[in-house]
């Protein structure tokens, strides 16, 4: 659920931005006929059920300010969303260090999963609402009399409207005669025939799943208002010269003005001064003001549609001072920290750790990302480098700015061209080799009875596997025991064959489970760990293909 409602606040913030151009745009068509603003608010509805969308160089996130982050929620998907600070701060959510950074629950409270239940109880709140304004409706229908297919009349309404989904009807008050009555059934049947009540019902659905945003709740009331302009104009374009008979049966309905939400599946008469007016004012378009309303609503689709296109800007980076740059990191000891690409931090992990879970075999692994991001950023005190989920390439960034830039994975020799920027990470394969504890000659209690299909020789290397990617967590950490658990299961290594991230998935042919105890640091900054603290019975999931090398493919509880 958690995972839903970050979704939703991440489309309803991003919408929120369309919502505001198109109320501008609104303003410049306000001579143009009405069915154009009306168009205007099918953008908004895309932004804000969506979560993918295609890029383009005109779209308006591309004006975001500075202080407002662009991020993309599905991995895979050219989806973007917006995230102001406040928000980012808001959605935090720790990650633990280890190679595929899975989640440690952290102590406290959990603020995002309170949000979500408080946005779920809204939803139901208004689905109960409007149940019950629909179910009073129908009650005063029941008495209603059939006058003509579709039609019926009553004396418990005072204006006319649209009830119904499947099958909706038009009302009207009992004394609706003559012209006024031609009138309101050319507005109501043209509802129908452009599918309003479903249009009305979809957005009602779409508003009460982004009730938290009050920019949604104004833009509800515009395209309702929107939607009854249109309907009126098309009823004047038929009729020559009824401006005024049409303006006066309009006022013949007038009502306290409100808020048109008498449900989903019920709409009428609303915001009659303004409907008046506009009917009052209305002449047929000019062709040239039609193409402009047709090229200028196009235009904002288009911009409010798309995503910003992601420019590399011409910019190669340096192979060779991102090397010296993280080499100089490790020499010093540095931490990474990470921050996901909506402005949440997943905390501090090693940068050996951190620099070693990028696939050197060619693209980043999705296993690196949490779900729901393909961008996350990892920083130092000196340099930053933005990684991006299923791509073969990054960006440096050094703080002096010098050598920084895009890079791509190196690629095979046969498939590179000369000159090219490609880099790799096979350097820190020696490192992280170099830094693995050495546990025979260790004190750490190490049982390897119980298989009955590895050797000894074979466990010892899928310890050594442990060791090495143990030692990625970080300074401080202090294994305790490591025992063979099982040799794992048909389903087991189904499991770990769909491990994409994993170098090797898919051809595992064996695996084994290990289950450790360790101790963690005392001390470490911005951290989900519990610090001096004891965790037992730790697993680590190990495959291999045909006797090769073991690989760590899961971990955890």
Known sequence: ??????????????????????????????GAPKKWSYLLWSVVCFRLCCPVSLRSAVSVFSAAPSNVRLFHPVAGNQAVAVMPEAVERVLSAPVRPETQLSVVPAPGTDWLALCAWIWLAGIAVMLLWSAARYLRLRSLLLDAVQTEPGIFETDRIASPFVFGLLRPRVYLPVGVEGARRGYVLAHERYHLRRGDHWVKAIAFLILTAHWVNPLCWLAFYLMNRDM???????????????????????????????????GPLAFGESDISRRVKNALRWRRPKPWVTALSV????????????????????????????RSAAQASLDAGETVTIEYADG???????????????????????GLFPEGMDCITLKTESWSLETYSGTDYVR???NSGEGGGWLWWELPEENREEGSLYFNLNWLRDKAAAE??????????????????????????AVD???????????????????????????????????????????????????????????????????????????????RADGGEWVVVDMGY
Not at 356 to 362: F, I, K
């Open 228 to 262: 009854e302009l249109r309907c009126d104009e098309y009823v004047l374009s038929r009729e020559v010269g009824a401006s005024a008979d049409y303006s006066a049966s309009l006022l013949s309905f007038a009502a306290p003005r409100q808020f048109p939400m008498a």
């Open 295 to 322: 090229l200028l609503c196009a235009a904002v689709v288009t911009a409010c549609a798309t995503n910003p296109a992601r420019s590399k800007e011409n910019t190669a980076g340096d192979p060779e001072a991102f």
């Open 344 to 366: 949440t931090s997943g905390g501090e992990i090693s940068i050996l750790n951190a620099l070693a879970s990028v696939d050197w075999q060619g693209v980043t692994p999705d």
């Open 436 to 461: 693995t504890i050495d546990w025979r000659n260790s004190d750490i209690d190490v049982d390897l009875r119980g298989s009955g299909r590895f050797s000894d020789d074979e466990l010892e290397a």
């Open 465 to 543: 596997a442990i060791m090495q990617s143990f030692s990625q967590f970080g300074e401080g950490f202090t294994m305790q025991r490591i025992a063979w658990d099982h040799d794992g299961t048909a389903q087991e290594l189904q499991w770990l064959n769909e491990h994409r991230s994993a170098p090797g998935a898919g051809t595992f042919t064996e695996c084994v489970c290990f289950l450790s105890d360790y101790h963690t640091p005392s001390a470490m900054e911005n951290t989900a760990w519990n610090l001096d603290a004891d965790y037992t019975g730790w697993g680590w999931w190990l495959a």
């Open 396 to 398: 440096f960034v050094p």
């Open 1 to 30: 659920m958690v995972t839903v409602f970050r979704q939703v606040l991440s489309m309803s913030i991003s919408a929120s931005i369309v919502i505001l151009a198109v109320i501008l745009i609104r303003a410049l068509l306000s």
